[in-house]
């Protein structure tokens, strides 16, 4: 079964949505309304009632015509015989978002054991079980239980380029919510939960040729690392991993949540770092981070220049780039004489401090002068916007970025509100702490040098992954 089933299917039964107070499963039918799914909606339930204008049937048999995937969310004890009649039916895919299987224990397991035998009998794929479901924005496909219409605005309407796997419904949300505010939207989103068929790697692959320009995952557990180092390394794509469970502490914690056993971090980093696979430091950094991919170039070297007009700023950001293994760029003297006749600067070397410059076309001389510079490779601007002019300098300093193919990541030293009124106003990829800013230069020269490893590097690569296979094996 090819893996647009589950995100764009033409027909769907939601079972277990009935009209009873608090059904989760209803949500889904109600979502599917409110959005105008364009395909036929099926609720299904003892009493084969209609549940937010989706027709009810008693079992999935009964449903008219073809049914194309199936998302289940009931007691744990009656999916395997749901699964059994989605197969009877001819049912393509499932989706089971019901708990208490691999990760309650052996009885859970076996009940696990028995649906994926149905699989295999029937020839169905099966996302989860124990997941929160699937977001397609770009077709107004969610199968997300709990959904409120109207709750998630933009990032929930609006389609863009990023898309997501994510073993935590609750991150998902996290995400969605984030993302109202940001310049990024999503493409998709995943809730894989236990993994038991479809994983991590296979949905990198087919994220790989949707139309995703960047990939963010959230794993507690990884089932196969060969097989994920060896679909990352074909994707040239940024993969952004967040992993829980680096302590003994956090692994117990998500073998509770979804049957994750504990991995060794020490070889998922390595393996990580040869399949070009981005780790990510916080959470947060996975709804933070891919707008350096989405807006600004590559990061193709480590000579940075800082632009302020706050001397104190300036200083804060020189060492959190040195801290993070970056250069302050060496400005040349004729790059430094440039700079001196665009107005009364306090400082032309790097840092450059503009003080309380109040004319636009300086902010715009001095970015073209370093974006220009050979010396430099990126720029970390932080531009308190205390006049609109700033803001009129910033959006030309994005166009800059692109002819020059510089990145910069931009930090305006505003309180957090005013960033992100500016950010979802004017559409600038503004980060919200100087740290975040230095974080996105780390991931874009990490990307940078991911893909030239993968451009020249791969049979280099399979050398390394032969000599060790451990490494890849026990991730």
């Known amino acids: 079964m090819n893996l647009e089933s589950f995100f764009n299917p033409k027909s769907v039964a939601v079972v277990g949505a009935s009209n009873t107070p608090f059904n989760l499963a209803a949500t889904i039918c109600n979502i599917l309304k409110y959005k105008s799914y364009h395909g036929a909606v099926y609720a299904v339930n003892r009493k084969a009632e209609e549940v937010h204008g989706c027709p009810g049937y008693a079992s999935v048999k009964d449903i008219p015509g073809e049914v194309e995937l199936a998302v289940i969310l009931i007691s744990a004890k009656q999916v395997p015989g749901v699964v059994r009649e989605c197969g009877e039916k001819g049912v393509r895919g499932v989706i089971i978002e019901s708990a208490g299987f691999s990760e309650a224990g052996p009885e859970g397991q076996a009940m696990q054991d028995e649906i994926d035998g149905y699989l295999k009998k029937y020839n169905m794929r099966m996302l989860g079980p124990n997941c929160l479901g699937v977001l397609n924005a770009a077709n107004s496909f969610c199968c997300f239980y709990g959904i409120i219409p109207g709750r998630y605005g933009d990032g929930f309407s609006t389609p863009g380029t990023v898309s997501y796997i994510i073993q935590s419904g609750g991150i998902g949300a996290l995400v969605l919510d984030s993302f109202n505010k940001d310049v990024c939207k999503v493409n998709k989103a995943v809730s894989i939960g236990n993994m038991a068929d479809v994983d991590e790697s296979d949905l990198i692959e087919y994220f790989n040729g949707d139309g995703t320009e960047v990939i963010g995952l959230y794993l507690e557990n990884v089932r196969n690392g060969r097989k994920l180092m060896d679909t990352a390394r074909r994707v040239t794509k940024p993969i952004l991993a967040f992993k829980v469970g680096r302590t003994s502490e956090g692994s117990a914690a998500a073998a509770s949540h979804t049957a994750g056993m504990a991995n060794n971090d020490i070889v998922f980093d390595n393996a990580c ?76 070397k790097n840092p450059v401090d503009l003080g309380p410059t109040l004319n636009k076309q300086t902010f715009v001389d001095i970015f073209d002068i370093l974006l220009s510079a050979d010396e430099v490779d990126g720029l970390l601007p932080v531009p308190n916007v205390w006049l609109d002019v700033v803001i009129e300098a910033i959006l030309e300093l994005m166009a800059m970025c692109r002819h020059y193919n510089k990145p910069a990541a931009i930090y305006i030293p505003n309180a957090i509100d005013r960033i992100l009124t500016i950010r979802e106003k004017h559409g600038i990829p503004t980060f919200e702490s100087p740290e975040e800013a230095t974080r996105a230069l780390v991931v874009s020269h990490q990307q940078y040098r991911y893909l030239q490893k993968k451009e020249t590097g791969n049979h280099e690569n399979d050398l390394n992954r032969r000599a060790k296979p451990e490494a890849a094996c026990a991730v």
């Open 273 to 348: 770092r040869q399949a070009g696979i981005i780790r990510l430091k916080s959470i947060s950094e996975l709804h933070a981070m891919p707008k350096m991919f989405t807006t600004m170039p590559l990061l193709r070297g480590k000579n940075i220049a800082v632009m302020s007009n706050s001397g104190a700023f300036g200083g804060i950001a020189a060492d959190l780039l040195i801290e993070s293994g970056f250069s302050m760029a060496k400005l040349t003297p004729a790059t430094q004489e440039r700079l001196a006749k665009t107005g009364q600067l306090f400082n032309v």
